[in-house]
Protein backbone atom coordinates (compact mmCIF):
# COMPACT_ATOMS: atom_id res chain seq x y z
CA UNK A 1 0.00 0.00 0.00
CA UNK A 2 3.01 2.31 0.90
CA UNK A 3 3.22 2.99 -2.94
CA UNK A 4 -0.22 4.80 -3.32
CA UNK A 5 1.29 7.41 -0.75
CA UNK A 6 3.27 10.24 -2.21
CA UNK A 7 6.81 9.64 -1.82
CA UNK A 8 6.94 12.48 0.39
CA UNK A 9 4.97 11.01 2.83
CA UNK A 10 6.20 7.78 2.67
CA UNK A 11 10.10 8.73 2.64
CA UNK A 12 9.93 10.31 6.27
CA UNK A 13 10.37 7.98 8.82
CA UNK A 14 9.37 10.41 11.44
CA UNK A 15 8.88 8.44 14.58
CA UNK A 16 6.30 11.73 15.86
CA UNK A 17 2.78 10.41 16.63
CA UNK A 18 0.66 13.17 14.39
CA UNK A 19 3.07 12.34 11.11
CA UNK A 20 2.48 8.58 11.75
CA UNK A 21 -1.63 9.37 12.19
CA UNK A 22 -1.07 11.13 8.90
CA UNK A 23 0.51 8.73 7.04
CA UNK A 24 -2.02 5.69 8.20
CA UNK A 25 -5.07 8.44 7.54
CA UNK A 26 -3.45 9.71 3.93
CA UNK A 27 -3.52 6.01 2.90
CA UNK A 28 -7.04 5.36 3.39
CA UNK A 29 -8.34 8.59 1.92
CA UNK A 30 -5.86 8.00 -1.23
CA UNK A 31 -7.19 4.40 -1.57
CA UNK A 32 -10.36 6.15 -1.56
CA UNK A 33 -9.89 8.45 -4.10
CA UNK A 34 -7.41 6.59 -6.54
CA UNK A 35 -9.60 3.45 -6.59
CA UNK A 36 -12.71 5.95 -7.42
CA UNK A 37 -15.12 4.61 -4.27
CA UNK A 38 -16.75 7.99 -3.49
CA UNK A 39 -16.48 8.98 -7.70
CA UNK A 40 -14.56 11.40 -7.26
CA UNK A 41 -13.07 11.44 -10.49
CA UNK A 42 -16.58 11.96 -11.77
CA UNK A 43 -17.45 15.06 -9.81
CA UNK A 44 -13.99 16.64 -10.36
CA UNK A 45 -14.70 15.87 -14.13
CA UNK A 46 -18.11 17.87 -13.55
CA UNK A 47 -16.11 20.73 -11.90
CA UNK A 48 -13.86 20.77 -14.91
CA UNK A 49 -16.73 21.25 -17.10
CA UNK A 50 -18.89 24.02 -15.28
CA UNK A 51 -15.06 25.96 -15.08
CA UNK A 52 -14.97 25.51 -18.35
CA UNK A 53 -18.52 26.09 -19.65
CA UNK A 54 -20.24 28.26 -17.14
CA UNK A 55 -17.55 29.84 -14.61
CA UNK A 56 -16.98 33.60 -15.56
CA UNK A 57 -13.24 34.02 -17.00
CA UNK A 58 -11.03 34.03 -15.26
CA UNK A 59 -11.47 33.43 -12.51
CA UNK A 60 -10.71 33.09 -9.07
CA UNK A 61 -10.93 29.99 -6.83
CA UNK A 62 -11.09 28.89 -3.65
CA UNK A 63 -10.53 25.10 -2.50
CA UNK A 64 -12.32 24.38 0.36
CA UNK A 65 -11.01 21.38 2.82
CA UNK A 66 -8.40 21.14 -0.33
CA UNK A 67 -5.95 17.96 0.95
CA UNK A 68 -3.20 17.72 -1.75
CA UNK A 69 -5.24 19.27 -4.51
CA UNK A 70 -4.20 17.01 -6.72
CA UNK A 71 -7.84 16.69 -7.90
CA UNK A 72 -8.91 20.09 -7.77
CA UNK A 73 -5.42 20.23 -10.28
CA UNK A 74 -6.78 18.01 -12.90
CA UNK A 75 -9.86 19.97 -12.81
CA UNK A 76 -8.07 23.00 -13.03
CA UNK A 77 -6.13 22.17 -15.67
CA UNK A 78 -6.68 23.88 -19.27
CA UNK A 79 -9.08 26.29 -17.36
CA UNK A 80 -8.66 30.51 -17.78
CA UNK A 81 -8.01 30.38 -13.70
CA UNK A 82 -6.61 33.72 -12.49
CA UNK A 83 -5.98 32.90 -8.65
CA UNK A 84 -5.91 29.73 -6.62
CA UNK A 85 -6.52 29.68 -2.70
CA UNK A 86 -6.45 26.49 -0.63
CA UNK A 87 -7.81 26.15 2.84
CA UNK A 88 -6.98 22.97 5.15
CA UNK A 89 -6.55 21.72 8.55
CA UNK A 90 -3.79 19.87 7.77
CA UNK A 91 -0.25 20.93 7.02
CA UNK A 92 1.78 17.93 5.53
CA UNK A 93 -1.36 17.46 3.48
CA UNK A 94 -1.12 21.31 2.31
CA UNK A 95 2.47 20.81 1.74
CA UNK A 96 1.70 18.42 -0.75
CA UNK A 97 -0.47 20.72 -2.25
CA UNK A 98 2.12 23.25 -2.87
CA UNK A 99 4.32 21.04 -5.32
CA UNK A 100 0.67 19.85 -6.77
CA UNK A 101 -0.08 23.20 -8.08
CA UNK A 102 3.30 24.55 -9.08
CA UNK A 103 2.00 23.82 -12.34
CA UNK A 104 -0.69 26.77 -12.58
CA UNK A 105 0.10 29.65 -13.90
CA UNK A 106 -1.46 32.27 -11.45
CA UNK A 107 -0.81 33.30 -8.06
CA UNK A 108 -1.22 30.16 -4.88
CA UNK A 109 -1.68 30.79 -1.56
CA UNK A 110 -2.56 27.75 0.57
CA UNK A 111 -3.97 28.47 4.28
CA UNK A 112 -3.72 25.96 7.36
CA UNK A 113 -6.86 26.27 8.97
CA UNK A 114 -10.26 25.37 9.14
CA UNK A 115 -12.35 26.53 6.30
CA UNK A 116 -15.28 27.49 8.03
CA UNK A 117 -13.82 29.81 10.42
CA UNK A 118 -11.60 31.08 7.53
CA UNK A 119 -14.86 31.62 5.39
CA UNK A 120 -16.38 33.86 8.28
CA UNK A 121 -12.99 35.88 8.00
CA UNK A 122 -12.14 36.21 4.68
CA UNK A 123 -13.08 39.53 3.33
CA UNK A 124 -11.75 38.86 -0.40
CA UNK A 125 -14.39 38.12 -3.12
CA UNK A 126 -14.00 35.06 -5.08
CA UNK A 127 -15.75 33.31 -8.36
CA UNK A 128 -15.96 29.90 -7.74
CA UNK A 129 -15.72 28.09 -3.85
CA UNK A 130 -15.28 24.45 -4.08
CA UNK A 131 -15.64 22.07 -0.99
CA UNK A 132 -14.98 19.19 -3.15
CA UNK A 133 -16.53 15.92 -1.37
CA UNK A 134 -15.63 17.45 2.17
CA UNK A 135 -19.64 18.56 2.90
CA UNK A 136 -19.94 15.55 5.35
CA UNK A 137 -16.83 16.89 7.50
CA UNK A 138 -19.48 19.48 8.58
CA UNK A 139 -21.81 19.21 11.85
CA UNK A 140 -25.67 19.80 10.64
CA UNK A 141 -25.20 23.58 12.15
CA UNK A 142 -22.08 24.51 10.01
Known amino acids: ?47 HQILIDDAVQPFRFLDLACGDATASMAALSGTRISQ ?10 LDLAKASLIAL ?5 LELDDFVRALRERPEATDVVWIG ?10
Open 133 to 142: LSLHHLRSSE
Open 84 to 93: YHGIDTSQPA
Open 105 to 109: DCPVS
Open 1 to 47: MDDVLPRTITGNNSSEPSQSIFQQEWQIYRTLVDENYLFHREAYECL
